[in-house]
């Protein structure tokens, strides 16, 4: 997808791989969707990567993953 090819000429961008990681979840591709959110996560922790890849990971059943996301979501909302 462009949003791929952007993230990948730009792969610091955490922006970029979260759009991907959206684009992709809405594509029903949870795999890939987990990856560019994982890859977004690294560059710059963000609440709505964070989200995406639980709901991703609660869809493939990965429920101990998905609950460790759903852990830091709480905990950075409740700093704000």
């Known amino acids: 997808?462009?949003?791929?090819?952007?993230?990948?000429?730009?792969?610091?961008?955490?922006?970029?791989?979260?759009?991907?990681?959206?684009?992709e979840a809405q594509m029903g591709d949870c795999r890939a969707a987990i990856e560019s959110e994982t890859r977004s996560l690294k560059l710059r922790e963000s609440l709505d990567a964070l989200s995406e890849r639980e709901q991703c990971l609660r869809r493939l059943g990965q429920k101990a993953e998905a609950d460790r996301d759903r852990d830091r979501i709480r905990q950075l909302s409740s700093r704000q």
Request: hydrophobic content about 30%; proline content about 4%; aromatic content about 8%.
């Open 1 to 23: 997808t462009e949003a791929t090819r952007a993230a990948r000429i730009d792969p610091k961008n955490s922006e970029a791989w979260s759009y991907c990681g959206s684009l």
